[in-house]
Each structure stands twice: as structure tokens, then as C-alpha cells.
């Protein structure tokens, strides 16, 4: 397959948009079932685990590729396929079971990965910012680099013991110049160009009963440059700190499960969380804390795993797996559920758009249990268990949006039951 490392394409067609103005993220329709572009699953069942599945999926900052996380302790590195332009190929998916492609790179870590992150500022057009964090069991933060696969720092913490202790969750700051590391009760910050054992420590219990208790599972800085971070704990809580000084603000209780995910919304006014065998995400009012705004339905009752959402890059719709193999879509604005489609036979444990195309990638997969040998054919997968998707939406020209804020007004417009200007994906 010819492919086009679409980087180039996507800066000149953003630079082309800051030319006028600003660009404006394209207006995607969810009442439009979406194209499954590009299939992967074949690629993630070779090696000694046939029951090897994916955990998730991250868009790298750029949009150039994506990384999957799997069970068999190995990171991939998709590059998307393009045309000139910066928009998505027109690869379909085979109706053989084979993959769309194969992945650029893979990484095989030493014991399962905990967490993994892009750096911010990561571009295809600069080396050098081509990298990614990960943090594993009994190993510490490693720093691969996304093209050549290697080692390019290590970042160390150590107990009381003197012995490593792994983070249980990794995150870069939005300068792009530090990582921030869960830990149980404490969070640590390593000096991105300082790697070893050298990092700043921070308790996040205050006394005997105040604070955050728990393993610090989840980190979310907010995208208004607010200097709020978010930090979720297995303890049950959603904290929110002072970026500057980690001084503790509020902390906010209402998961039945502990929490597995946060984020904050585009304009850095609400917190969305997430939490194990929690079917809801809660959305907050960072300015007003004190009642959950609305809560968010997703089939998540009997599974430990972690379940990620993402909220798209308008800000006005978030996407969000279960395990009924279905991704839904809600509308931000009223907490509304609007659309619904089939990603997968089996759980979707992570949904994530595109920075800036009308594009969204799912990841699919659980824990099966071991079965006698005589039963290996009942226990075969199917194309579309234990798989990664990349998915293209319709979208309508902003024009017609430029009048009307809420989107689901203009779904519900019959003027959309003629045919709009919509470019294929």
C-alpha cells in the first residue's frame, strides 16, 4: 500500500486555514452512521497469547498516528494513511479478515503497561519530538522514541526501600516540559530533560484523614491554560489542583467505582470522570462543585476494565465504549444522548477523535478465560472481537452551522432530510 505520511498534507491544510482566520474544526454529523476506514485485529492475535487484546488507543498530537496498547505488553505505532490533501484514504476494510495494514512500529515492554502518553508537541516533521511515555509493572517511565522504536530516557522512583515503584499513571504537562506520575498517595514530577532518579514528591494526603487517598490512576490538565490539573484516585475521588504548586482546591466524591478517567472539556470549564464498573460519567462545573450537572450512560456494570472516552475536537460531543460493543455519542451541551453506532463484538474499551478530522479510532477487546484444548475452536475470535478501528464521519460545511449553536436542533432540521453538502470521509 502507498502511503503518504500525512503530517505535510495536514500542516500545509492548517496553515492554508490560519491564512484566513482561524481553522475551524469541521462540523461532524453523528446522526450519519460512520465508515469503518481501516481494520486491524489480525496483527494483535500472533505470538504464544491467542487471547491477547487491546487496552487502548491515543491519536498522537499531530494526527499522523495513533497508538494501541495490548495485553501481550507491546505498544503500536499506526501511521495513518492519507492523500495529499490531509484527508483520510479510501482504503476499505478487507472482507477477508486481513488487516488494513501493518503497524510502523511496535515496542515490547517488560510487564504490563499501566499508562502511556504522547508528548504535546509531537510532530512528524521534527524527529526529535517523536516520542512517547509509558509506565509499566515493577519497571519505571520509560521514554521510547515513535520512529526508531528505542530508549530515549528513563525516569526512576524509588520507596522507601530504595526499590523502584512504578507509576500508575503518566502525564505531560502542556509546556510539554515536565511528566507528572501517579502513585499510591503520592504523585511525582520528573524534569523532562533530566532523566534518572531526580524527580519533585508530592503527598496528596494532608494529615491523617484530609486529602486524596489511593493510587493516583488517572492525570488531566485543563486546555484553557487555566493552570487547573485534574487527578482521579482508586480511592473513589476526582482532586483538582493548582497546576503550579499542586495546591489542593477541592475534591470531588460521587463514582461508585474507583476512577479510571478524567478530562476536562475544551473551554476548561467542566471535568468529566470516569470510574470502574461505574455505568456513568459524571460531569462537573469546575466553577461550581457542589452537584454533579448530568450523568452519562455507558454498559460498564461487570467489567474491571478501564473504559476511555474522548471528547471531540469541537467540543461539543463526547464518544464513549461499553461492553455491548456499541459506541454513544452524547451532546455536551444538554448531557443528551444523540446517536449510537456498532464498533465491535465485544467490549469497546476506548474511543478517541482525531485532533482536528472528522475521524474517531476504537479499540476493542477482554480478558477471556483459558479453556481445555479440545475446545480451542469454540474458542476462535472473530474479525470483530479484539480489534482496532479507525472511523470516518460525514460532516457538513460550518456555513451551515454559523447560525445555530446547537447541533441537535439542526439534526432534527428537515432541511437535512434533502441532500447536504457533505464530503465524504
Not at 83 to 99: A, C, F, K, L, N
Not at 394 to 423: F, I, K, T
Request: charged share 20%; glycine share 8%; hydrophobic share 30%.
Amino acid at each position: 500500500m502507498e502511503e503518504d505520511h500525512s503530517n505535510e498534507a495536514i500542516n500545509e491544510k492548517i496553515s492554508e486555514t490560519n491564512g484566513a482566520e482561524a481553522y475551524s474544526w469541521p462540523v461532524m454529523r453523528f446522526d450519519v452512521p460512520p465508515h469503518k476506514t481501516y481494520h486491524l485485529s489480525q496483527q494483535f492475535r500472533t505470538g504464544p497469547n491467542p487471547n491477547n487484546f487491546l487496552k487502548g488507543v491515543k491519536w498522537s498530537p499531530d494526527g499522523s498516528c495513533f497508538l494501541t496498547s495490548s495485553e501481550d505488553n507491546t505498544l503500536h505505532v499506526f501511521t495513518l494513511p492519507g492523500t495529499r490533501d490531509g484527508s483520510p484514504g479510501t482504503t476499505t476494510t478487507p472482507t477477508t479478515g486481513e488487516d488494513s495494514y501493518a503497524a510502523n512500529l511496535v515496542v515490547s515492554e517488560g510487564e504490563s503497561v499501566y499508562d502511556y502518553c504522547w508528548y504535546p508537541y509531537m510532530s512528524t516533521s521534527d524527529p526529535t519530538t517523536c516520542v512517547f511515555a509509558s509506565t509499566t509493572r515493577d519497571h519505571p517511565i520509560h521514554l521510547w522514541d515513535a520512529t526508531s522504536g528505542q530508549l530515549r530516557c528513563t525516569y526512576r522512583a524509588y520507596d522507601a526501600m530504595d526499590e523502584i515503584t512504578s507509576a500508575l499513571s503518566v502525564a505531560f504537562n502542556p509546556g510539554g516540559t515536565k511528566i507528572y506520575a501517579g502513585y499510591n498517595k503520592f504523585i511525582r514530577i520528573f524534569e523532562i530533560h533530566r532523566p534518572g532518579r531526580e524527580f519533585e514528591q508530592h503527598s496528596t494526603v494532608l494529615g491523617k484523614k484530609e486529602g486524596q487517598a489511593g493510587i493516583i490512576s488517572a492525570i488531566a490538565f485543563s486546555p484553557s491554560h487555566s493552570g487547573l490539573l485534574a487527578m482521579g484516585s482508586y480511592g473513589q475521588t476526582t482532586a483538582v489542583y493548582r497546576e503550579d504548586n499542586l495546591e489542593l482546591l477541592y475534591i470531588l466524591h460521587g463514582q461508585e467505582g474507583g476512577v479510571t478517567h478524567v478530562q476536562f472539556s475544551k473551554d476548561g470549564n467542566y471535568l468529566y470522570t470516569g470510574g470502574r464498573k461505574d455505568p456513568y460519567i459524571l460531569c462537573w462545573d469546575v466553577r461550581n462543585t457542589v452537584d454533579i450537572v448530568y450523568k452519562l450512560y455507558r454498559s460498564t456494570e461487570s467489567t474491571n476494565q478501564r473504559i476511555l472516552f474522548d471528547i471531540e475536537p469541537g467540543g461539543r460531543h463526547l464518544g464513549t465504549g461499553g461492553q455491548d460493543g456499541l459506541v454513544h455519542i452524547y451532546d455536551l451541551q444538554t448531557g443528551q444522548w444523540v446517536s449510537g453506532f456498532p464498533a465491535a463484538q465485544d467490549t469497546v474499551n476506548c474511543f478517541s477523535f482525531h485532533p482536528f478530522l472528522p475521524m474517531a479510532a476504537s479499540s476493542s477487546g477482554h480478558r477471556r478465560f483459558g479453556v481445555l484444548e479440545d475446545c480451542e475452536e469454540e474458542f476462535s475470535l472473530s474479525v470483530d472481537e479484539n480489534c482496532a478501528c479507525v472511523w470516518s464521519f460525514c460532516y457538513a460545511s460550518n456555513e451551515d452551522y454559523l447560525n445555530d449553536g446547537d447541533l441537535r436542533s439542526q439534526y432534527e432540521d428537515e432541511s437535512l432530510n434533502e441532500e447536504p453538502q457533505v464530503d465524504p470521509c
